[in-house]
């Protein structure tokens, strides 16, 4: 991890800055950090010292159960916050979260903003519509995973986890995620290959069609 700093950290502040979510003056605390692909943002179990404004870049959410399975839970995207259940609740317990990509964050630190985020009414409203968003689309991919063929949600959950062109997610990985066997994925990676949206790269995969996969994938809101 890399604390931007002077002109960069500036830079990052007059484009992205979150500053006017607050009613008091935040931006003196707030540092920009920069995360490499497979960096992990938070470890799991570990309390975060920082409430997190993804920038740039795309992140993973993870979880490991008592029998030590290791689920991918759902996706962190730009505009999200990461941290945002431990300012609430200093009992709670992190959840991994790992970058797919190179992802840059605006981080505040709790120490010295804790108490009075949690007193700022015009923030705490922008937090709540943030939760809000937030369960309704988990409780849209729960629907989505009974509602629509693999082909469609493998499309959307390629785009999401993407680097660049690269898709290199592991497939027992996607199959938990997805919900469905081994054979299947492997069946619809394939499609993929046939009809030239994909094209094998050693162990990863190489997104040839992105117009393709975004048009199977929108059909997951479109309906």
Not at 5 to 33: C, D, N, T, W
Not at 204 to 213: D, S, T
Request: contains cysteine.
């Amino acid at each position: 991890m890399e604390i931007y700093r002077s002109e960069k950290r500036q830079r990052y502040l007059e484009e992205a800055s979150i500053g006017h979510l607050f009613s008091f003056p935040i931006e003196e605390f707030m540092e920009v950090h920069k995360y490499e692909r497979d960096e992990w943002i938070i470890q799991e179990g570990k309390r975060p010292d920082f409430l997190f404004y993804v920038i740039e870049g795309k992140a993973k959410i993870y979880v490991t159960h008592h029998n030590g399975k290791v689920s991918l839970l759902n996706f962190v995207q730009p505009m999200d916050y990461i941290g945002e259940m431990e300012l609430l609740n200093q009992t709670y317990y992190s959840k991994g979260i790992q970058t797919s990509t190179e992802t840059v964050c605006i981080a505040i630190p709790f120490h010295a903003c804790r108490t009075k985020m949690l007193e700022d009414a015009k923030f705490l409203r922008e937090l709540a519509k943030f939760l809000s968003i937030k369960s309704t689309q988990m409780a849209a991919k729960y629907a989505q995973s009974r509602s629509f063929p693999l082909e469609n949600r493998l499309a959307d959950f390629i785009l999401q986890t993407a680097d660049g062109e690269m898709y290199k997610e592991k497939h027992v990985t996607v199959c938990d995620f997805l919900g469905v066997t081994y054979r299947h994925l492997l069946y619809v990676l394939a499609q993929f290959c046939d009809k030239g949206y994909l094209q094998k790269d050693g162990r990863h995969y190489r997104i040839l069609q992105p117009n393709a996969l975004n048009k199977l994938a929108g059909m997951l809101t479109n309906e």
